[in-house]
């Protein structure tokens, strides 16, 4: 077991197997000091990722006017390449998860048979939802569900014997109701159980082999049951970067759309002007408060910013459900959770899929940004959740974060349907899409405070994201050192900002979605593998 003098690994409390090996946390690391600031980092993991970060964003900069077309056609043909491997990984993943939930190996307690949970349930569910997909609801809550009801009462169109409509399998041609609730189940299948699966298989993975084997908290030490001690050399330096690199690009993504949308809401409002030049002063300012909170640490900082960010986004969810067409939102919750269950096996087929642009520019995309954002999200699940049993930890991870997506999902799409079915009112459809969350608060009452209230909810998700992703990724790149020195730290969150400006100076969204494809399929391929060793540390854990 590895040694615990510097409070990297945290000692069980119970019964547990620990790993015996002779690694010590940090053994490969580089120390410095560099004037008053100290750094402690995994010589090759923190260079050759940082460098290959680097040396991609140069070339994205240094060829603007030929990376935007290549970026496109790079997310596309992985899309359409591999939509089949990223969907059929998604489905082996949930059946994982829901397989370890009613098997014995449930009964293992995170950290220990007698372990205590560090977090309450509120303060723990709201870190899990903060960090997993804040940004993502805002962005889409609305304008999801509205694109997919559009293509399914548009229903088919072939071209050639080709399709090249965007509605979900068979579509739902001229019948308003069946397109809504095909919509509503389209839109739940890509944030509810698969993507909280996804997470849930790498923080378990992460949290075993760290609380109760007693390995460094990296992406590697999920590996020793396959690899043994090869996981310290090149094997396992492998992994780690390929988790630095999915993170950062993961991360990119996620900021590139909450800076769009921030941008299109002050424009909104305030009249601010629209363009690249807003949203790269809107990723630096939001950088900025990110280091502030990254500098306060993980209970200081990401905690208190999660459950702002819970407190904020239930009371625009209630304004919505309580203003809005209410009994619709309520009613519609369950019956879009039936339709969700119903359609869930065509919508998860990998296989003969005639819904092409649906399963590939939609789900294959979802599923590789998800994937990309495993290491981020799982490490920081992972760091939140000893004390919890197996059984209480998937459960909670799966089911609360998904029954939340739903409801909300359900409450902002659900009322946007509504305004344009019932109320013909166009301007929410006709909107783009960074736009359409404040459009349709638009035609509620206190428009002007709900719409600022949802861009302060953008920044903070913003800013969630920043900070604990830049916990995860030092903690990854200084070999496991949890408590690695603040300069570090800082350096991450600056490094995030400015990848995320470099790629949307050098080719936009494209250029963020095509390296979250990009960097998902690796890490698939590191995710599934992954599920077998963690069957394998669990089987030899006390229960």
Not at 203 to 222: C, D, E, H, M, Y
Not at 348 to 372: C, H, K, L
Not at 486 to 505: D, H, S, Y
């Amino acid at each position: 077991m590895t040694d615990n003098n510097n409070h990297d690994v945290i000692a069980p409390e119970g019964k547990v197997n620990p790993i015996n090996t002779d690694y010590q946390v940090g053994q490969d690391n580089i120390a410095l000091q560099i004037g008053p600031f100290g750094l402690d980092i995994h010589n090759r993991v923190f260079m050759i990722s940082g460098l290959a970060i680097v040396a991609f964003v140069f070339l994205t900069l240094a060829f603007q006017n030929q990376v935007g077309p290549l970026f496109t056609d790079l997310r596309n043909w992985l899309t359409a390449s591999l939509d089949w491997f990223f969907l059929s990984a998604g489905n082996i993943i949930v059946l994982v998860c829901l397989g370890l939930i009613v098997s014995p190996l449930g009964r293992v307690r995170i950290g220990g048979t007698e372990a205590t949970p560090d977090f309450t349930y509120i303060g723990w569910f709201s870190m899990l939802f903060a960090a997993g997909m804040g940004i993502g609801l805002m962005f889409y809550g609305v304008s999801e569900p509205l694109s997919h009801f559009g293509t399914s009462m548009g229903g088919i169109t072939l071209e050639n014997g080709v399709r090249t409509d965007w509605a979900p399998l068979g579509g739902a041609a001229g019948d308003a109701a069946a397109a809504a609730s095909l919509g509503m189940a389209a839109t739940i299948y890509h944030w509810a159980l698969h993507p909280w699966a996804v997470y849930a298989v790498l923080a378990l993975g992460l949290a075993i082999f760290s609380f109760n084997k007693g390995l460094p908290l990296t992406v590697r030490s999920i590996f020793y049951p396959l690899l043994g001690e090869r996981v310290w050399g090149w094997p396992g330096h492998l992994i780690d970067m390929l988790a630095v690199i999915a993170t950062m690009f993961g991360l990119a993504t996620s900021l590139g759309f909450g800076a769009s949308q921030a941008s299109a809401g002050l424009n909104y409002l305030f009249g601010t002007p629209l363009g690249t030049t807003t949203e790269i002063v809107l990723v630096i300012i939001i950088t900025a408060i990110a280091l502030v909170s990254v500098l306060a640490g993980l209970d200081a900082g990401v905690k208190r910013l999660s459950e702002i960010n819970m407190a904020l986004a239930a009371l625009l969810l209630l304004f919505v459900i309580i203003v809005g067409p209410t009994l619709l939102i309520v009613t519609g919750f369950f019956s879009n959770l039936v339709s969700y269950i119903e359609h869930l096996p065509a919508l998860s087929m990998p296989f003969d899929r005639e819904d092409a642009n649906y399963s590939q520019g939609w789900t294959a995309f979802y599923w590789a940004w998800w994937i990309s954002w495993s290491p981020f999200v799982g490490m920081f699940i992972a760091r939140v959740s000893r004390g919890r049993t197996v059984r209480e930890f998937l459960v909670s991870v799966l089911l609360v974060p998904s029954t939340a997506c739903v409801l909300w999902m359900t409450a902002f799409g659900g009322t946007a349907i509504n305004q344009l079915v019932s109320e013909g009112y166009q301007a929410v459809a006709e909107a783009v899409v960074p736009l359409q969350l404040f459009i349709m608060l638009d035609a509620l009452p206190m428009a002007q405070i709900t719409s600022f209230i949802g861009i302060i909810l953008v920044v903070v998700f913003f800013v969630t994201s920043s900070d604990s992703g830049s916990l995860v990724i030092d903690t990854i790149a200084s070999g496991g050192k949890v408590n690695s020195p603040k300069p570090q730290r800082v350096f991450w969150c600056t490094f995030e900002g400015l990848v995320a400006i470099a790629l949307m100076v050098g080719g936009g969204l494209a250029a963020l979605q095509a390296m979250a494809v990009s960097t998902g399929f690796p890490f698939t391929i590191v995710l599934l593998v992954s599920c077998v060793s963690l069957i394998k540390g669990l089987a030899s854990e006390p229960r």
